[in-house]
């Protein structure tokens, strides 16, 4: 019988399973070849992952990946007010980190990735962190994170969500699942806020003060509409069930190609 840490390393050395960039770039129609070139995508979590440069470098590596480094100038990493000082490490962020990393390369190979690193998981020092990707020049902001609402809601938005002209995309709820060291499975919306951040890259840069979370609504015909499946009951029904149009668990749908993420 094998000890657990061989099963650890077995599984670390086995081929990753998931979807890779192939098949997620073959199922939203995303282009590829040069689209988003020069186009810099910010990913917004908590906590230091001092393995992200290394770990994307892995993720791009197995699946032929253009390198995406800090020597080539595509990769950044820095602190929440945009220094190199950067917060203590958290193992449990650094899952998130990597994740994101990896889903922005998927969806947009040749895109430049910003990584913003925020002091704690509180929604102020994320949403400095955020105004901090906007600063340095980011049009697509990915934050896949979550908390309970408050009172304070209305004004964490105004001061630091409130940027026309910038896709901005948020986790909305859901779960993943992984473990041991190695390649791990994630889903749910931690993955799709990178994803569609590095959709609305492909799709071109917003144009100036617009709002981009509107835009899909302005193109639905320019989505997959997803019409079947639920993750509970409730009532209204469509809060829950996927159908016609918007529904709760899949919005208006999923990308097809990026047409419904431009103007």
Not at 140 to 149: H, K, R, T
Request: glycine residues 14%; proline residues 6%; aromatic residues 8%.
């Amino acid at each position: 019988m094998r000890s657990a840490d061989a099963e650890r390393a077995l599984t670390a050395a086995a081929a990753p399973s998931g979807y890779g960039p192939a098949s997620i770039q073959s199922a939203y129609k995303l282009p590829s070849s040069t689209a988003g070139s020069g186009r810099t995508v910010a990913i917004v979590d908590a906590y230091d992952d001092p393995n992200a440069a290394a770990d994307l470098a892995k993720y791009r590596s197995q699946y032929g990946l253009p390198a995406c480094t800090v020597a080539n100038g595509c990769f950044k990493k820095v602190g929440q007010t945009g220094t190199s000082t950067l917060p203590g490490a958290d193992a449990g962020w650094a899952e998130e980190i990597s994740l994101d990393l990896d889903m922005v390369s998927a969806a947009c190979p040749n895109c430049k990735i910003l990584l913003v690193e925020a002091k704690s998981a509180s929604k102020a020092n994320l949403g400095t962190a955020v105004n901090t990707a906007v600063s340095l020049g980011a049009k697509y902001v990915s934050n896949s994170y979550g908390g309970g609402e408050s009172s304070s809601d209305t004004s964490y938005d105004t001061k630091y969500f409130n940027h026309p002209g910038v896709a901005i995309t948020v986790s909305s709820g859901d779960g993943g699942y992984g473990g041991d060291p190695g390649w791990e499975v994630f889903g749910g919306t931690s993955a799709s806020a990178p994803l569609i951040a590095a959709v609305y890259a492909l799709a071109g840069t917003p144009s100036s003060g617009s709002t981009p979370a509107s835009f899909p609504y302005a193109h639905t015909g320019s989505l997959n509409d997803v019409t079947s499946g639920s993750n509970g009951s409730c009532s209204p029904a469509y809060l829950c069930k996927g159908g016609s149009g918007y529904d709760g668990p899949t919005g208006l749908g999923t990308p097809n190609g990026t047409a419904a993420f431009t103007g």
